[in-house]
């Protein structure tokens, strides 16, 4: 199965051109710029689904704690903490709480975004990090959606 990720198009998913084929097509979060319902509207047109927004700590643990060990893909907005999540200051930004879930569940696959200028992949024991942003830091469409292959174990 081919697997078609990306994330942080803040508005801008319509100049999203000659997206390769795959099976299955996955957004990670900030599909528009404030929010507006106009924006989110057109966004589900063009796409469809939504997510929860939640604060860190006790309120997003208790989400992270409900996710199953047995996941293969987990898909978040957030990266987990010190795993591309740099921002352009130098400092990192992700979540540790969901670092911690990531370290329980081993996923085959992590794919998230948010963190514009840590685009890119990276393998960490037995998980392939994705960060799919393909705006840059300055909101610009720079980075490529990314292709990956999922075969069944």
């Known amino acids: 199965m081919n697997i078609l990720f990306l994330s942080d198009t803040h508005g801008k998913h319509r100049r999203l051109k000659n ?3 795959a099976d299955m097509l996955i957004h990670a979060g900030d599909v528009s710029r404030s929010g507006a319902d106009y924006e989110v509207d057109d966004f589900m047109q063009w796409f469809g689904g939504w997510a929860f927004n939640r604060n860190r700590g006790e309120d997003i643990r208790k989400h992270w704690q409900l996710i199953d060990k047995d996941v293969d893909v987990l898909i978040t907005h957030t990266p987990p903490f010190g795993i591309l999540d740099r921002t352009i200051s130098g400092g990192h930004s992700g979540c540790e709480d969901l670092l911690k879930a990531v370290n329980r569940i081993k996923p085959r696959y992590h794919l998230f975004g948010h963190i ?6 990276v393998q960490s024991g037995e998980t392939t990090f994705v960060n799919g942003s393909v705006l840059d830091d300055l909101d610009v469409m720079r980075n490529e959606p990314v292709v990956l292959k999922y075969l069944k174990k």
Do not use: K
């Not at 514009?116 to 992949?121: F, L, S």
């Open 19 to 21: 997206l390769p084929p």
């Open 116 to 121: 514009h200028e840590a685009y890119g992949t």
